[in-house]
């Protein structure tokens, strides 16, 4: 057999010892979480976008990495300008443009892909199989990702959604940083042990943009929560579950709020409560969120 020969024969076995990548726990792991995000009314529409660093050696059980099938630019509604150096190579899973959370799980190839960051674009490994690419909000989530890795090496998914009572609770509460913690911490009594960083706001920002994701990413540096007033919500953490469970952690403590807002609080949570819980936990929480 001669060397060409033997070449292709490797690409073969290679080709055939692959996994099926539908099977892939990553895989399944987004068409679950954009299911239940569907499912709780936080993504109506093509509203929300998940990306999620994967493990290189992982995707390669399933993809012949050396496989590229279109490469897109970074960019979001503008070019991208940013500078994705810490990424280069890294392979993410990402929900596309334009996708409706709510058909992610019936057809997970049209709207995932799975991509490599390259220096000035984006490599397509698998997904997008009608043409599609990555969220407009990759930007954004790129950068929270870079700020996220610098707080926390094991941190890999960055999750964008618009949580029904989150939203409400953006036009009847002063979007102030420590008030609208400490609201939510008093809202449910786990709260503080969930999100001791508490949640960092932006003010209204345009979407798709570098700008808001620099200043999304800034807020990553100290937050895993942040809010983009009147828009939404972007978590980060360590696993989808972790994740997914900050922002529901947030929209149920939001929801208690305005379901009470309007009524006569006549119990509450108290601060010396909450510190009580914090000890018990062992979270260090943001002490100046917390009044007396
Ligand atoms: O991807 O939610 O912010 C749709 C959005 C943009
Ligand atoms: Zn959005």
């Known amino acids: 057999m001669g060397f060409m020969d033997e070449l292709k024969k490797a690409g073969k076995d290679i080709k055939r010892s692959l996994m099926d990548i539908k099977s892939a726990p990553f895989v399944k792991e987004m068409c679950e979480a954009t299911a239940n995000m569907y499912r709780l009314g936080w993504d109506e529409r093509n509203g929300g976008n998940i990306s999620y660093l ?13 496989n590229v099938i279109r490469i897109f630019p970074l960019a979001g509604v503008n070019a991208a300008e940013f500078d994705v150096t810490p990424l280069i190579g890294k392979i993410f899973i990402v929900t596309g443009t334009g996708k409706y959370f709510k058909n992610v799980a019936a057809d997970p190839e049209a709207n995932l892909g799975i991509v490599r960051i390259a220096k000035d674009g984006v490599e397509l490994l698998w997904g997008y199989n009608d043409g599609g690419r990555t969220t407009s909000e990759l930007p954004a989530h790129l950068m929270c990702h870079m700020a996220r890795l610098k707080a926390d090496p094991e941190h890999r998914v960055v999750m964008h959604s618009h949580p029904t009572y989150t939203l409400a609770m953006n036009f009847v509460h002063e979007l102030d940083e420590k008030k609208f913690t400490h609201t939510l911490w008093e809202m449910c009594t786990e709260c503080i042990a969930v999100f001791p960083d508490g949640v960092g706001i932006l003010p209204w920002m ?7 994701g620099e200043a999304t990413a800034k807020k990553m540096e100290e937050f895993r ?6 828009h ?3 978590g980060a953490g360590r696993t989808m579950d972790e994740t997914f469970g900050l922002i529901e952690t947030v929209e149920k403590a939001a929801q208690i709020y305005m379901l009470t807002a309007h009524l006569p609080r006549i119990n509450t949570i108290k601060d010396s409560q909450m510190r009580e819980l914090a000890k018990l936990f062992k979270v260090n929480y943001r002490k100046d969120f917390l009044d007396d």
Do not use: P, R
């Open 232 to 234: 939404g919500i972007y």
């Open 54 to 66: 994967l493990d290189e050696k992982q995707v390669a059980e399933y993809l012949d990495l050396k």
């Open 225 to 230: 929560l942040v809010i983009w007033s009147m």
């Open 206 to 212: 345009l979407c798709g943009t570098n700008g808001i």
